[in-house]
């Protein structure tokens, strides 16, 4: 009796464990992502969104910068799915007279919760285009 308990506590476990997989994404700083990455984004010399995806690790990196725009600035980011097509979306806005300092460059890691087979990029509401895509 106690090993058919211990048995399906077990597989309960496993099964728990097993279907954790998420759609999430956490900003990190350019140094903490791998080589093959910031070598990646260090070709790229232009403002816009750039992405890298590895199918092999069910994983995207987002680069939104916006250091040539002035006083443009990313607020928000979001990352969701619906079906087979995974959505980016960010918001910026623009201040005139800014005391603080602004960051111009946003690195977001997004762990897949599966294989997608359509990117698409929401900014401001407004569906637009990806200035890169690697993978």
């Keep these: 009796m106690k090993f058919r308990l211990v048995l399906l506590l077990l597989i309960g476990f496993g099964l728990l464990v097993g279907c954790n997989n998420s759609l999430s994404f956490e900003e990190k700083e350019r140094a903490d992502l791998d080589a093959d990455t910031q070598n990646f984004f260090s070709l790229v010399d232009s403002d816009g969104v750039h992405v890298r ?3 092999e690790n069910h994983e995207a990196v987002v ?9 443009e600035y990313v607020t928000d980011f979001d ?3 619906e079906d087979s097509t995974l959505f980016f979306s960010y918001k910026t806005e623009s201040v005139s007279d800014s005391s603080e300092k602004l960051v111009h460059e946003h690195y977001y890691v997004v762990n897949q919760d599966q294989s997608y087979e359509t990117l698409r990029l929401i900014e401001n509401g407004e569906e637009t285009y990806f200035d ?3 993978y």
């Design 53 to 55: 995806t590895s199918a």
């Design 63 to 71: 680069y939104i910068n916006t250091s040539n725009m002035g006083d």
């Design 79 to 81: 990352v969701y799915a």
């Design 132 to 134: 890169t895509l690697g």
